[in-house]
Nanobody, 123 residues
Framework: QVQLVESGGGLVQAGGSLRLSCAAS????????MGWYRQAPGNERELVAG???????NYADSVKGRFTISRDNAKNTLYLQMNSLKPEDTAVYYC?????????????????WGQGTQVTVSS
């Protein structure tokens, strides 16, 4: 079994900062691409930022220059530093990872989602 557990969400005023974390655990052989998505009420889930196992990153235009994605491969943990938050950043944020896991003598690659963490930015 593999689990992704997010933390760090909360309520913050516009202009403030939050740091999200996502810890992966279980029978993990390696983690490939990871990313943060978000979903606001009435909207589709959208990619916020992604990072490859080698550290290459990409961002949604709406968060460029304000958010920074990073990962600690030794700890199987993903981060999202969010600065200069705006009310339109309010959403449930989800962690996503492509994970190679071990089951008995076999290796399987699957995509996993965290349970989501609420970020609310007040004006």
């Amino acid at each position: 079994q593999v689990q992704l557990v997010e933390s760090g969400g909360g309520l913050v005023q516009a202009g403030g900062s939050l740091r999200l974390s996502c810890a992966a655990s279980g029978s993990i052989v390696s983690i490939n691409a990871m990313g943060w998505y978000r979903q606001a009420p009435g909207n589709e889930r959208e990619l916020v930022a992604g990072i490859t196992s080698g550290g290459n990153t990409n961002y949604a235009d709406s968060v460029k220059g304000r958010f920074t994605i990073s990962r600690d491969n030794a700890k199987n943990t993903l981060y999202l530093q969010m600065n200069s938050l705006k009310p339109e950043d309010t959403a449930v944020y989800y962690c996503h990872a492509d994970i190679l896991r071990m089951v008995a003598a076999w290796k399987f690659s699957s995509a996993y989602w965290g349970q989501g963490t609420q970020v609310t930015v007040s004006s």
